[in-house]
């Protein structure tokens, strides 16, 4: 279908003109859907990202939903966030840019954001039954049309590049190479995929200060941990793990 070069990844593809958000949709055909499904809008009317804030969506990006029904614990479902981080950097790298991976959730480009990534799932205790993998990739439209307070810390893949790029190529690409690191992600130890994405990040080695809800912690990013979270070098020589939240570099 649509010319992909994949075998799990896209074998069902919902296409819209519009949505409020490809994650919601997708939510909602999730439990019926197939492994692979695809739900992809040209533009999105209420594009969420994390923390609740909104995703500013117009058309000429790729927002786009994948829905994974992988035999893992919940506590491991932030792997597939770096999963998809991973895929998107080969993407960008196969037409020409030099992307890197922020913790948790973000690919920048000269170090403004160009694609920020939004997992969900539903879940029993003990088991997952489905993953919304979603992908907001800024791709053909210029940064100019975005409001005041993101332009200065994003950056598209038209504005880096100076011109546009072909979008149904970019999905294909991207699709590809997810399902690679898909099929990798499911058959293999998660720790190569983790030195991967170590490879490709540039937290690792800085200072940082992640500011959740209920706190604020300051140390240096030392690592990855086997669920997806950041390991922190506090201050005082301790590590914490940190699961979730903003990070900022200080
Ligand atoms: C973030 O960096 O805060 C995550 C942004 C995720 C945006 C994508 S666009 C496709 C999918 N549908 C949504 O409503 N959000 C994600």
Known sequence: QAGLTTDILGTDIRHFMELESTNDYAKTIARDAHEGTVVVAEAQKKGRGRKGFDWVSPQGGVWISIILKPSIVPANASRLTLVGGLAVVDSLKSIGLNPSLKWPNDVLVNGKKICGILTEMEAEID?????????????????????????????????????????????????????????????????????????????????????????????????????????????????????????IYI
């Not at 991967?196 to 937290?203: A, G, L, N, Q, V």
């Not at 809800?213 to 950041?230: C, F, H, N, W, Y």
Request: net charge negative.
């Open 127 to 247: 088991r997952v039954e489905y993953i919304v993998l979603g992908l907001g990739i800024n791709l053909n439209f210029n940064t100019d049309t975005l409001p005041e307070e993101i332009r200065d810390g994003s950056t598209t893949i038209s504005d880096e590049l100076g011109t546009y790029v072909d979008r149904l190529d970019f999905v294909r690409s991207l699709l590809y190479n997810l399902e690679q690191y898909y099929i990798h992600f499911k058959t293999q130890p998660f720790e190569e995929l983790m030195e991967r994405w170590i490879d490709s990040s540039d937290t690792i080695g800085r200072n940082v200060r992640i500011v959740t809800p209920s706190k604020m912690v300051d140390g240096r990013a030392i690592g990855i941990t086997l669920s997806g979270g950041l390991l922190l070098q506090k201050h005082d020589g301790s590590t914490e793990e940190i699961m979730s939240g903003r990070c």
